[in-house]
């Protein structure tokens, strides 16, 4: 049962700890998204990657957030200082591979819940 | 930048009534989808459209890519209570990898 994997589920932290969620994307897939999910903002895309390489991290607070894919199993979301206002769910999904390329389906994981302290 | 309004916002409805939702856009999309999303878990997909004018139904859902391409909607016939969720459009242009999503509409199904 192929499925996109996160960790931690759940995660509280004082302000100004690192936080670290980590993702391991359906095999065969090579595109791999990070969503930040709020009441107020909804689902935003802060970073995606297509074969390992960043393509766009514009979402991403650059100061404090840093995400990498190590290898094509593992995909990495860092907050460096954490702060109250990151408090959210964190989703990892991964995208499938048609025939014709990018399908644009994608497939997530159950997310890493984070709270900030 | 890009944007979809997905409307209505929440609904609450009786098991057994039908749903429809949609989402519009500004600029064009060329694909559209729909996911669900149940409480603690990951937004799930639905239905992907490709073309548009496409009419695409999975089980008692139905959703249309509309010939403008700006516009979705997504049709839910005979509630039940397993249908409670919050349901998302999303849209991805031809070429790109950028998936924008709607703010999600809420249902409620009363049984």
């Known amino acids: 049962d192929a499925r996109v994997t996160q960790t931690p589920r759940h995660k509280v932290t004082e302000m100004g700890q690192e936080v670290t969620m980590r993702c391991q994307p359906i095999?065969?897939?090579?595109?791999v998204f990070w969503y930040r999910q709020t009441m107020m903002q909804g689902l935003e895309l802060l970073a995606y990657f297509r074969n390992r390489a960043p393509l766009d991290d514009s979402g991403m607070p650059k100061d404090r957030f840093s995400a990498e894919m190590p290898d094509a199993t593992l995909a990495t979301l860092k907050i460096q200082p954490s702060e109250p206002r990151d408090s959210a769910v964190y989703f990892c999904a991964s995208g499938s591979q048609g025939l014709a390329g990018y399908t644009g389906e994608l497939f997530f994981g159950e997310g890493s819940r984070l709270t900030v302290l | 930048g890009q944007q979809l309004n997905q409307s209505p916002q929440s609904m609450f409805i009786q098991e057994g009534e039908d749903v429809s939702m949609n989402c519009t856009s500004s600029s064009i999309f060329n694909t559209w989808l729909w996911y669900k999303q149940d409480p603690g878990e990951g937004p799930v997909l639905l239905i992907a459209?490709?073309?548009?004018?496409e009419l695409t139904s999975n089980g008692r859902l139905t959703a249309q890519f509309g010939i403008t391409r700006k516009d979705s909607f997504l049709n839910i016939s005979a509630s039940i209570p397993s249908d409670v969720g919050i349901y998302f459009c999303?849209?991805?242009?031809?070429?790109?990898?950028?998936?924008?999503f709607g703010a999600g509409t809420r249902l409620f199904v009363k049984a």
């Open positions: 095999l065969g897939h090579n595109t």
């Open positions: 999303a849209g991805l242009n031809t070429g790109g990898f950028k998936t924008i």
């Open positions: 459209l490709y073309k548009a004018g």
